[in-house]
């Protein structure tokens, strides 16, 4: 990738959404709810919830898709979309959850197991613990409900 020097002058920031591809949308989307402290939107006018939102779509369109946001605004939108194909390999891009930020050894353990212990009670299944090498700090690797690896870092 090529990049043009800074320049000083000033760019727009852009905003993103992290797009999941999964066999499961609404599953997914309502873990990360809970993983994050994110919500589910508000349903489209004139739908009493997404339910019935969903109900009202063509059979093959019904349960296709979810989403979910941080309530503050700050963080990204997070999109899951029904894909026919499973996961088969590791993720190129992954979400790290920061829940030891500024904590350094068993302090920040400490944290990443109570973090881990949460998670998998919602589902989560724990991989390698990553331990600080002298140049990275301790983390967490994870897998949400459907496979997708995390990092709790």
């Not at 320049?7 to 591809?21: C, E, H, L, N, R």
């Not at 973090?115 to 990553?130: I, Q, T, Y």
Request: with cysteine.
């Amino acid at each position: 990738m090529r990049t043009r020097p800074y320049d000083g002058a000033m760019t727009s920031i852009k905003t993103v959404q992290i797009t999941f591809d999964c066999a499961d949308p609404e599953r997914v989307a309502r873990f990360w709810c809970e993983v994050l402290g994110y919500v589910v939107p508000p349903a489209p006018e004139g739908f009493a919830d997404w339910a019935a939102y969903d109900r009202s779509l063509p059979a093959e369109r019904r349960g296709a898709a979810f989403a979910c946001l941080d309530p503050t605004g700050a963080g990204p939108r997070l999109f899951f979309q029904r894909v026919p194909e499973g996961k088969t390999v590791k993720n190129r891009v992954h979400l790290d959850v920061r829940v030891g930020t500024g904590l350094v050894g068993e302090d920040r353990l400490a944290a990443l197991e109570a973090e881990c212990a949460r998670l998998v009670a919602l589902g989560a299944v724990r991989g390698p613990l990553l331990r600080a090498d002298g140049f990275n700090e301790s983390c967490q690797v994870m897998q949400d409900v459907e496979g997708n690896e995390f990092c709790l870092d």
